[in-house]
């Protein structure tokens, strides 16, 4: 009965370095989701994943950001030669296929990955 | 674009006052419109939702009417509990994209007193 899990909970990094984060969606939720929360901007959705359909990555800020999912369940979100700005707490969450749940399947969140950009 | 606006805080309140956070929208299309709520230290939760016009999303004693024709989704309490103090995000999803993602307010802190 595990819920959406994401690892670590804290990263401190040095400006430029390359910093993974990881997501565990809950089990049988195809739809998985990268969220970004900053004092700044608020919550921001960053990228969308369904089955095998190609990722709605329309909310990447930068070309420095990606993300995969690999066999449809895990995923990385990779952030290239951070920068200060890229300091906040990235959220996963996870859901049904859309329609599976209704219009708008609940999306179960995980704890967050609290970034700190030196 | 799709947007949600809600009040800003904190909002604080002392033990069985009544609660009102306001949130309205904009959006193309009929969304659903959500609450989610963040206690101290833990992950984002559910706390309602409403899929259309008129729908009344209730959990633990809140509540919210989905307003079409005032695009206004504002979350209410009779008496909140000093348990009740959190983060509050109003949020969106659009019906008929092929993404499910969610927009949210700025969210509202919530200080109850005993």
């Known amino acids: 009965g595990a819920g959406v899990s994401q690892s670590p909970s804290n990263k401190v990094t040095e400006k430029g370095k390359d910093v993974e984060l990881r997501c565990d969606p809950i089990?049988?939720?195809?739809?998985l989701y990268w969220y970004r929360q900053s004092l700044g901007q608020g919550l921001e959705f960053l990228i969308y994943?369904?089955?095998?359909?190609?990722?709605?990555k329309s909310g990447l800020p930068s070309d420095r950001f990606s993300a995969e999912r690999t066999g449809g369940s895990v995923s990385t979100l990779t952030i290239q030669r951070t920068q200060q700005e890229d300091s906040a707490v990235y959220l996963c969450?996870?859901?049904?296929?859309?329609?599976?749940?209704?219009?708008?399947?609940?999306?179960?969140f995980g704890p967050g990955t609290r970034l700190t950009v030196l | 674009g799709d947007s949600v606006t809600q009040m800003e805080g904190p909002v604080t309140l002392s033990e069985e006052a009544c609660l009102t956070i306001?949130?309205?929208?904009?959006?193309?299309?009929?969304?659903?419109l959500f609450w989610y709520v963040q206690y101290p230290g833990e992950g984002l939760q559910l706390l309602l939702k409403?899929?259309?016009?008129?729908d009344k999303g209730s959990n633990k004693g809140f509540e919210a009417t989905y307003r079409k024709e005032t695009t206004s989704f504002h979350l209410e309490k009779g008496s909140v509990q000093v348990s009740d103090s959190a983060v509050y995000f109003c949020?969106?999803?659009?019906?008929?994209?092929?993404?499910?993602?969610?927009?949210f307010g700025t969210g509202t802190l919530l200080a109850v007193q005993p």
């Open positions: 409403a899929t259309k016009a008129d």
């Open positions: 969450a996870s859901s049904f296929p859309r329609g599976a749940g209704g219009p708008n399947s609940e999306q179960f």
């Open positions: 994943f369904q089955g095998n359909s190609a990722p709605d």
């Open positions: 306001n949130c309205t929208y904009t959006a193309t299309g009929y969304p659903s």
């Open positions: 949020a969106l999803s659009s019906y008929g994209g092929a993404t499910n993602k969610l927009i």
């Open positions: 089990s049988g939720h195809t739809a």
